[in-house]
T-cell receptor
Framework: GESVGLHLPTLSVQEGDNSIINCAYSNSASDYFIWYKQESGKGPQFIIDIRSNMDKRQGQRVTVLLNKTVKHLSLQIAATQPGDSAVYFC???????????FGQGTTLQVKP | NAGVMQNPRHLVRRRGQEARLRCSPM?????VYWYRQLPEEGLKFMVY????????ESGMPKERFSAEFPKEGPSILRIQQVVRGDSAAYFC????????????FGSGTRLTVV
């Protein structure tokens, strides 16, 4: 079964607010984590990644936090925009095996 | 620099027919991965290939499904004698020789079995 799961299936936020999407994983051997954005009818698009030797990584408007103690991953999106509306997936990889394990996804809805 | 190219984008097959899905990796990428996505679900790993080699096929159904990545040409995911339950989006990804870092997905093939 899946070892990666998301706490909330749908997140609705106001344009301009910050968004936080959460993810739990169960495989303590996983050493690489990725967040993907998927828009309707398209393939997953890489947002940001983090390796297990880090606990925080920042990109443009996005931050990923990794808490290995409780096996929790989160994606923070600052100043959420309508174009951020999509399904967001976290994925984990164990020791560069090549195989990614995906969570079920969180739908982010941005209200104007 | 073209990304991962998949074709066809949409494929309709009748039950019992064969489906062939193609994937051309990004230039310089030598690893190819296939994933399946059912509606409202996450992606599920199927198979991991390098040129002329299957590295991990732990996610492939035991029957009717096969994959190859020949020395020349695209990777092919082949589904024989399709059934309605095979209807899904099939995504291909590729990565550089160092493995899963730098994974890039294609736009997928949406297979509908009627």
């Amino acid at each position: 079964g899946e070892s990666v799961g998301l706490h909330l299936p749908t997140l609705s936020v106001q344009e301009g607010d910050n968004s936080i999407i959460n993810c739990a994983y169960s495989n303590s051997a996983s050493d690489y984590f990725i967040w993907y954005k998927q828009e309707s009818g398209k393939g997953p698009q890489f947002i940001i990644d983090i390796r297990s030797n880090m606990d925080k990584r920042q990109g443009q408007r996005v931050t990923v936090l990794l808490n290995k103690t409780v096996k929790h991953l989160s994606l923070q999106i600052a100043a959420t925009q309508p174009g951020d509306s999509a399904v967001y997936f976290c994925a984990e990889n164990m020791a560069n095996t090549g195989k990614l394990i995906f969570g079920q996804g969180t739908t982010l809805q941005v209200k104007p | 620099n073209a990304g991962v190219m998949q074709n066809p984008r949409h494929l309709v097959r009748r039950r019992g027919q064969e489906a062939r899905l193609r994937c051309s990796p990004m230039k310089g990428h030598s690893h190819v991965y296939w994933y399946r996505q059912l509606p409202e679900e996450g992606l599920k790993f199927m198979v991991y290939l390098q040129k002329e080699n299957i590295i991990d096929e732990s996610g492939m159904p035991k029957e009717r499904f096969s994959a190859e990545f020949p020395k020349e040409g695209p990777s092919i995911l082949r589904i024989q004698q399709v059934v309605r339950g095979d209807s899904a989006a099939y995504f291909c990804a590729s990565s550089p020789p160092q493995g899963s870092y730098g994974y890039t997905f294609g736009s997928g093939t949406r297979l509908t079995v009627v």
